[in-house]
């Protein structure tokens, strides 16, 4: 089981393009696929104290900042995003 509190950090390039809100609950562990329709549904996921509630919606980096915190009940993430530039890769 995962801590309620923990960092990560997401590839740029996926969220340039686009993540649905249910593959985004996914990859950021505060659900399973099957769990993200009530989790959505719920009202009580938020990003940076924003509750998203629609499950249609696309995370882009435009709304990942440095520092972006997601809530869901006592999970906590704190997020940032990162690319090849950062890892020296390029």
Known sequence: MLPAKRTMALAKYAYDLGVMLPDFLQRIHICTQEESAAVIASGEFS???????????????????????????????????????DSGLR
Do not use: C
């Open 47 to 85: 990003l940076n104290g924003v509750a998203l509630t629609d499950p249609h919606l696309v995370i882009t980096a435009k709304m990942i900042r440095a520092n972006s915190v997601a809530r869901y009940r006592e999970q906590e993430v704190q997020l940032s995003l990162w690319d090849d530039y």
